[in-house]
Structures are given as structure tokens and as C-alpha cells.
């Protein structure tokens, strides 16, 4: 699937790069500008960061997971995340209560 259209970079080419960072550093932070430093490229509009974001957290927990001994052991992040983001976004949207209405 291509992810970044102004660079022309695919989910495969960076879910390669995760692991090869990974392999490196297994409890590396990673965020998006490592992956676009690995593929020598720069991020230009930014649409794709979210997604590229989503690409890290999932290819990480997989990647714990297959290092973990009992599944258990390893962290859930994406639960985390999203929970972390529900909380932080409270009721508001744009700075405008839940009642709001724009038409």
C-alpha cells in the first residue's frame, strides 16, 4: 500500500526499516523522522505522518511479541496509545464543546 504520495513510499519499505532499526535497538523510541532519514527521504506535506505512525506502533508490539517469551510479558502499546488519546481529546473538538452545532 503507498503511504507517502510525494515520495512515492510504500507500508513494506517501512515496515522494513522498522525492523532493521529494531533489530538494532530493540527498545528504541522510533518516531516518523528515523524511518524517512533510513530511506534517505524527507517529509514534505506531513499527510502521511499518522499513518506512518500507525505503521511504527503496530510493527513494534509485533515485533515484542515475537521476542517475549509468554505473550503476556510483552507490552500493549496501541491500547495505551489509543486510550491515552480518548483522554486527552476529553469532550471537545476544535476547541468546541460537545453541544455545538455549526449549521
Do not use: F
Not at 512515492?8 to 527498545?27: A, H, N, S, Y
Not at 523510541?29 to 524511518?35: D, E, H, Q, S, T
Not at 502521511?48 to 515475537?66: A, F, K, M, S
Amino acid at each position: 500500500m503507498l503511504v507517502c504520495q510525494c515520495n512515492v513510499i510504500t507500508d513494506r519499505e517501512i515496515k522494513q526499516v522498522i525492523v532493521g532499526l529494531l533489530r538494532e535497538d530493540p527498545w528504541q523510541i522510533i518516531v516518523p523522522a528515523m524511518v524517512y532519514r533510513e530511506l534517505q527521504k524527507r517529509c514534505k506535506c506531513a499527510g502521511c505522518v499518522p499513518n506512518v505512525v500507525d505503521i511504527i506502533i503496530t510493527v513494534t508490539e509485533e515485533y515484542h511479541l515475537q521476542l517475549a517469551e509468554k505473550p503476556a510479558d510483552a507490552p500493549v502499546v496501541h491500547a495505551r496509545l489509543s486510550a491515552m488519546r480518548r483522554k486527552r481529546q476529553g469532550g471537545r473538538n476544535e476547541r468546541r464543546s460537545t453541544g455545538h452545532r455549526a449549521a
